[in-house]
Structure formats: C-alpha cells, structure tokens
C-alpha cells in the first residue's frame, strides 16, 4: 500500500468470524513490526488465543517464541 509516495504493509488480525481485531501500517515486514502488532492484539483483547494462523511469514514465527511461546501456529 502506498502513502504520502511511501510504500507501507497493511497488517491485519481477524478473528475465526472475520471479525478485524486490529490494523497497523508498517514500513517492514520483519520481526519487530510482527512483534508489535502482537503486543497490541494481546492487550487490547486481554486473553491469549489458543493458536494463529497466518502466512507462515517466518517473522510471525520469530515475534511469537518472544511474545507468547506456547501459542500454536
């Protein structure tokens, strides 16, 4: 997605339903920008989930052993 003539990553969680939990613009698609969007999910919705299920980006996998390493992906 492009902003202001920058490029940007359109970061989404959604729930089972298709609910949208959150969106963040990032301008990486690393560790730390995964990393954070997890931080945001789990305290806005004050509950840990029992897995994710996402694109397999290996940077999901490298913020979730930081963030929550029991959880299943």
Do not use: N
């Amino acid at each position: 997605m492009k902003t202001a003539g920058k490029s940007f990553w359109l970061w989404r969680a959604v729930d089972q339903h298709g609910v949208v939990l959150d969106e963040i613009l990032q301008a990486r698609r690393d560790k730390a920008a995964a990393k954070r969007l997890l931080v945001a999910l789990l305290k806005r919705t004050g509950a840990v989930p029992k897995r994710i299920v996402t694109d397999r980006l290996r940077s999901y996998a490298a913020a979730k052993r930081d963030v929550a390493p029991g959880l299943g992906h």
